[in-house]
């Protein structure tokens, strides 16, 4: 397998070989490396989702509306 530019087509049975022929170890690795690329992805995501509420004016009343809740709850 070489390039970057593979068509998924081509890339994804090349890849579930691969995968098919890990063992244990190398499997648990892939997993790691998958779950922080998907964190990185809900992440980025996250960040353009408050920016777009913090320029629309959604969050301007959050830290009133916390001043206002905290006294009702134990943990303040």
């Known amino acids: 397998m070489s390039g970057t530019n593979v068509e998924p087509e081509q890339l994804r049975p ?3 070989r691969r995968i098919d022929s890990m063992d244990a170890e190398q499997l648990e690795l892939l997993q790691r490396i998958l779950l922080k690329l998907e964190l990185a992805e809900v992440t980025d995501s996250l960040h ?3 920016d777009a509420a913090r320029h629309a004016g ?3 009343r959050v830290d009133e509306i ?4 905290r006294p009702d709850h134990p943990y303040a």
Not at 66 to 69: A, D
Request: charged letters at 40%; a negative charge; aromatic letters at 8%.
């Open 58 to 60: 959604k969050l301007n």
């Open 14 to 16: 090349e890849l579930h």
């Open 48 to 50: 353009e989702t408050f």
């Open 66 to 69: 916390i001043r206002e809740v």
